[in-house]
Structures are given as structure tokens and as C-alpha cells.
């Protein structure tokens, strides 16, 4: 059974250019979270989506950050005109369902701006 | 908003001693779980739990929920060198389905 998915693993942007990070959760699981780590620090929760909805979006910067999941494929995670500030790995987790379930973590996108 | 605390921050062990760290929050979890994180890999979940009082094995490892339900501790018994890593409590409050992140224990095993 594979795991979470993300790719690509190492994404290096110039200030001003969009950021995609996409994931694949694990089979038969349709939760989606996504994390942002920043050096030596611990995981801070940013957005949970389900297929096509988004349910809890409390931890994501009102401006320049989106996030889907849609009805097929992957879920994105978008940064518009990122700055040196989003220099961070971000995880996505899933889990087969909401509430109190254990999240399972994909190998991250390391996310370097120059 | 929420925060959690672990300690110690680090930890230089010898090979084949216990290990000790712990959890706390400033507020009530419902559910607590224990994930170790290789340098550039995501964290690998080890073990989830979801009652106060609770006390869950995975092999060398032993978890447990305290009864205030604002901490947890993790041991990890006979500590062989893959065990280094970091590991980071994280706990679910209310009906919210996100996870708050501990701060962090680095672990590092020495022969």
C-alpha cells in the first residue's frame, strides 16, 4: 500500500514566481492536511481539506497561499508571488477519515526561494 | 493559540540505555500521538493515543496519556543508534481535526 505522495521533493523559485506542491494521500483516504515546517522549529498546521471542500483553512496566510483537492488528482498547494519568507518544507498528511484519526506524513516538498 | 512543550530540547544517551521525554500543553488534548522525524524525510507515526490514563506499546517504545490529559510522555527502552532522530509529540483538541506540533526532542545516540 503506498504511502503519501508529494512531489517534487526539492522546489527551488526566484521571488515573485508561483509555488505548486502537489500530494497524493494514502489509498482509500480522502483527508488531506498540509504543514509547514520551518528550520529546527516543529510542524504548524496550515489547511484540512476533504475531496472538493476545504474545512478548516484557520493556519493559512490570507494572501498569496490556496489550496484544492479536487473531485480527481492530486491536492495542490499554490504560492503566489513567494517571497524568501515561504523558504520552509511543507508536509501533507491523510487520514481515511476526520475527527481522531492518525495522520499519516509524505516525504515533504522543501521549498527554497532565491 | 495552543502551545506544547517537550523536554528536553536534546539528549546525548549511550547505546542500549532508556530513554525519557515528555509533553505539555497549556490546554486539554483529546487524542496525543508520537511521530520521529529523520533529517529531510516527513515524520513516521509511532503510536497514537486516545484515552486519559492511556498506556500503548510499539515494540521498545511505551506512550502514555496523562490523566489531566494536558501531557504525555514517550520511553523508548535499550536505545540503539537508529533510534537518533527527532521526535514530536502532537496532540488533537476538541473536535478540530488538525494537530498541534510539540517543540521537538533530538535524540542522539552515542556507542
Known amino acids: 500500500n503506498a504511502g503519501v505522495m508529494q512531489n517534487p521533493r526539492h522546489l527551488v523559485r526566484r521571488r515573485g514566481q508561483e509555488a505548486r506542491l502537489r500530494c497524493s494521500p494514502m489509498?482509500?483516504?480522502?483527508?488531506v492536511y498540509w504543514y509547514r515546517q520551518l528550520p529546527e522549529e516543529g510542524l504548524k498546521f496550515m489547511v484540512y481539506?476533504?475531496?472538493?471542500?476545504?474545512?478548516?483553512e484557520s493556519g493559512m496566510p490570507k494572501e498569496r497561499f490556496s489550496a484544492e483537492f479536487p473531485k480527481e488528482g492530486p491536492s495542490i498547494l499554490r504560492i503566489q508571488q513567494v517571497v524568501r519568507g515561504d523558504s520552509a518544507a511543507y508536509f501533507c498528511?491523510?487520514?481515511?477519515?476526520?475527527?481522531?484519526?492518525?495522520?499519516?506524513f509524505g516525504p515533504g516538498t522543501r521549498l527554497t526561494v532565491t | 493559540g495552543q502551545q506544547l512543550n517537550q523536554s528536553p530540547q536534546s539528549m546525548f544517551i549511550q547505546e542500549g540505555e532508556d530513554v525519557s521525554m515528555n509533553c505539555t500543553s497549556s490546554?486539554?488534548?483529546?487524542?496525543w500521538l508520537w511521530y520521529k522525524q529523520d533529517p529531510g524525510e516527513g515524520p513516521v507515526l509511532l503510536i497514537a493515543?486516545?484515552?486519559?490514563?492511556e498506556l500503548t506499546s510499539n515494540g521498545r517504545l511505551t506512550a502514555q496519556f496523562g490523566i489531566t490529559r494536558k501531557d504525555s510522555f514517550l520511553n523508548i527502552s535499550a536505545s540503539i543508534p537508529s533510534d537518533v532522530g527527532i521526535y514530536f509529540c502532537?496532540?488533537?483538541?476538541?473536535?478540530?481535526?488538525?494537530?498541534?506540533f510539540g517543540t521537538g526532542t533530538r535524540l542522539q545516540v552515542t556507542l
Open positions: 498528511a491523510s487520514s481515511p477519515t476526520g475527527g481522531p484519526n492518525e495522520q499519516y
Open positions: 489509498k482509500g483516504h480522502s483527508h
Open positions: 481539506l476533504q475531496k472538493e471542500n476545504i474545512i478548516d
Open positions: 490546554s486539554i488534548f483529546n487524542t
Open positions: 493515543l486516545y484515552k486519559a490514563g
Open positions: 502532537a496532540g488533537r483538541a476538541g473536535t478540530a481535526s488538525k494537530l498541534t
